[in-house]
């Protein structure tokens, strides 16, 4: 009986997690927007930032959970959960380099969009090993800023961080 009600509010099961992916987000970013005031220090600023993103995680990661499955299963046909889904991560994307921006204003906009795809692949990768091994999520978030804050340093040095091609 539940689910013929809940099928009055949607037409398909594909339809039903893309709300429920939609509504997670929403709550998720309620809780992470905005983001902290830069200092001046960007490890720090960085640190306070994604200590505020694991605090979101722990209570609203169910778009992550589904997206994460959704992006990984390749059909013909695509859903339309999949598709929000992918338009959520390319905001995420978006609020990442807006917080690289602030941290590290002389970034150039190239620098800022390489910095803002690995930092959303290492909180990828970061999500799984938690779901997979638990662990204190914040801790390894330090851990892998050390690595971002590194690497955009290095962009902002002007080196190119792609290995070199062999002649």
């Known amino acids: 009986m539940l689910f013929r009600s809940i099928y009055w509010h949607f037409k398909s099961k594909d339809l039903l997690i893309a709300a429920v992916i939609e509504r997670s987000f929403i709550r998720f970013r309620e809780k992470l927007l905005p983001l902290p005031n830069p200092t001046g220090n960007a490890l720090n600023d960085l640190q306070k930032a994604f200590h505020k993103i694991t605090e979101a995680w722990s209570s609203d990661a169910d778009f992550l959970r589904l997206g994460t499955m ?10 339309t959960a999949r598709t929000g889904y992918v338009a959520i991560r390319k905001h995420a994307q978006e609020i990442f380099g807006q917080l690289w921006k602030s941290v590290m204003p ?7 969009r390489k910095m803002a ?47 070199k091609k062999k002649k």
């Open 117 to 163: 795809t690995l930092t959303m692949a290492t909180c990828d990768g970061l999500f799984v090993a938690q779901e997979v091994e638990g662990g204190d999520l914040a801790k390894l978030m330090d851990t892998a800023l050390v690595g971002l804050v590194a690497s955009a340093k290095a962009l902002q040095a002007g080196k190119d961080l792609a290995p």
């Open 70 to 79: 959704l992006v990984l299963d390749r059909r013909e046909e695509e859903l």
């Open 106 to 112: 002389s970034l150039s906009p190239t620098a800022v």
